[in-house]
């Protein structure tokens, strides 16, 4: 887990659902998967209190979390490993929020003990920090391993390309690979982007092709596209090929390839939100093929009216 925000007691509840989930299973996937959880010492820890002020805010939890890194004034990981000194950063963070915001009273009487005490007696022995950096560049450059990266959120989301200011607070392009793991680009060899069959968003932002009637609700339900933590209804809409190139049950698939702008085709997702909330969608229109694709390897498994949708994305 790279340098950007960890909630800590969020870790250990997903933990436990892995383990839950394969407990009966013995093909050894989660044995020791404790251990196997490496965090770096770098990461910014997500407190109770950030997500009080991000729910003020009407945020998410890592907004505030966010603003205390860019301020200097956040707490990695790393420091857990020294408490008595990570206790009194926690405490004078706590109080400089709580200065910010006197008329907030569920932050004014926030109880800082409790949070510390399990912090203390919980997670850190567990909670495996290690320097990161050094560990990847002695897996990558001394025993020659190859090392898979995951990203987060998605390109129209970065903090720089994103539809800001409807974005989050990070880079989840893969530039965010080489910021947050300390890694050199030269280091990457392959980069795989991973684009669904549909959209979606979290929340308020431009979106060209939402889909805003029942087709939009029926592949909400059918993709169990909710919050994982807030259960809200993420909005649902059809592929929008214009931003994919940038960085279910019905009798036909949509895949969006132009937009325009006052009747004129633009080359890109334009920066002004404004302008992209305008846009129209020029659309190219597959029937569906309403066949299981779950056990398809290849494109070549896929059914035929599949592989043409997909072929715009390739061309």
Same mark, same amino acid.
């Given at each position: 887990m790279g340098d950007e925000v960890l909630e800590v007691p969020k870790l250990f509840s997903e933990i436990d659902v892995m383990i839950e989930k394969k407990k009966d299973d013995d093909d050894g996937v989660i044995q020791d998967l404790e251990q196997r959880i490496l965090v770096s010492d770098r990461c910014h820890l997500v407190f109770g209190f950030h997500k009080l002020i991000d729910g003020y805010q009407e945020g998410k939890g890592y907004w505030s979390? +966010?603003?205390t890194k860019a301020a200097r004034s956040g707490i990695r990981a790393g420091e857990l490993l020294h408490f008595d000194?990570? $206790? *009194?950063?926690?405490? !004078? %963070? %706590?109080?400089? %929020? *709580?200065s910010q915001y006197k008329e907030f009273k569920d932050l004014q009487e926030y109880d800082a003990d409790a949070e510390l005490k399990s912090l203390r007696e919980v997670y850190v022995p567990t909670l495996m920090i290690? /320097?990161?950096v050094s560990y990847l560049h002695k897996a990558i450059y001394v025993e020659g391993k190859d090392v898979l990266l995951e990203g987060a959120n998605a390109v129209m989301l970065d903090i720089d390309f994103g539809t800001y200011p409807f974005v989050t607070s990070s880079s989840p392009c893969v530039g965010g690979a080489c910021t947050g793991l =300390?890694?050199?680009?030269?280091?990457?060899? $392959?980069v795989y982007g991973v684009v669904?069959? +549909?959209?979606?968003?979290?929340?308020? =932002?431009?979106f060209p092709t939402e889909l805003k009637?029942? %087709?939009? $609700?029926?592949?909400r339900k059918r993709g169990n596209e909710f919050g994982t933590t807030t259960g809200r209804p993420r909005r649902c809409g059809w592929l929008d090929v214009v931003a994919v190139k940038y960085g279910y049950e019905c009798d036909?698939?949509? @895949? =969006?390839? *132009?937009?325009l702008v006052n009747g004129v085709e633009v080359e890109s997702v334009p920066h002004s939100v404004e302008t992209l909330d305008k846009v129209e969608v @020029?659309?190219?229109?597959?029937? /569906?093929? *309403?066949? /299981?694709? !779950?056990?398809a390897r290849t494109l070549e498994d896929l059914p035929e009216n599949a592989q043409k949708s997909l072929n715009v994305l390739l061309s």
């Amino acid at each position: 887990m790279g340098d950007e925000v960890l909630e800590v007691p969020k870790l250990f509840s997903e933990i436990d659902v892995m383990i839950e989930k394969k407990k009966d299973d013995d093909d050894g996937v989660i044995q020791d998967l404790e251990q196997r959880i490496l965090v770096s010492d770098r990461c910014h820890l997500v407190f109770g209190f950030h997500k009080l002020i991000d729910g003020y805010q009407e945020g998410k939890g890592y907004w505030s979390n +966010y603003t205390t890194k860019a301020a200097r004034s956040g707490i990695r990981a790393g420091e857990l490993l020294h408490f008595d000194t990570f $206790e *009194k950063k926690y405490r !004078s %963070l %706590l109080q400089t %929020l *709580k200065s910010q915001y006197k008329e907030f009273k569920d932050l004014q009487e926030y109880d800082a003990d409790a949070e510390l005490k399990s912090l203390r007696e919980v997670y850190v022995p567990t909670l495996m920090i290690i /320097d990161t950096v050094s560990y990847l560049h002695k897996a990558i450059y001394v025993e020659g391993k190859d090392v898979l990266l995951e990203g987060a959120n998605a390109v129209m989301l970065d903090i720089d390309f994103g539809t800001y200011p409807f974005v989050t607070s990070s880079s989840p392009c893969v530039g965010g690979a080489c910021t947050g793991l =300390g890694i050199p680009p030269t280091s990457i060899s $392959e980069v795989y982007g991973v684009v669904r069959a +549909y959209c979606t968003r979290v929340g308020e =932002g431009p979106f060209p092709t939402e889909l805003k009637d029942e %087709l939009g $609700e029926a592949i909400r339900k059918r993709g169990n596209e909710f919050g994982t933590t807030t259960g809200r209804p993420r909005r649902c809409g059809w592929l929008d090929v214009v931003a994919v190139k940038y960085g279910y049950e019905c009798d036909e698939i949509r @895949v =969006g390839v *132009k937009y325009l702008v006052n009747g004129v085709e633009v080359e890109s997702v334009p920066h002004s939100v404004e302008t992209l909330d305008k846009v129209e969608v @020029v659309y190219d229109i597959f029937p /569906d093929w *309403k066949t /299981d694709v !779950s056990k398809a390897r290849t494109l070549e498994d896929l059914p035929e009216n599949a592989q043409k949708s997909l072929n715009v994305l390739l061309s």
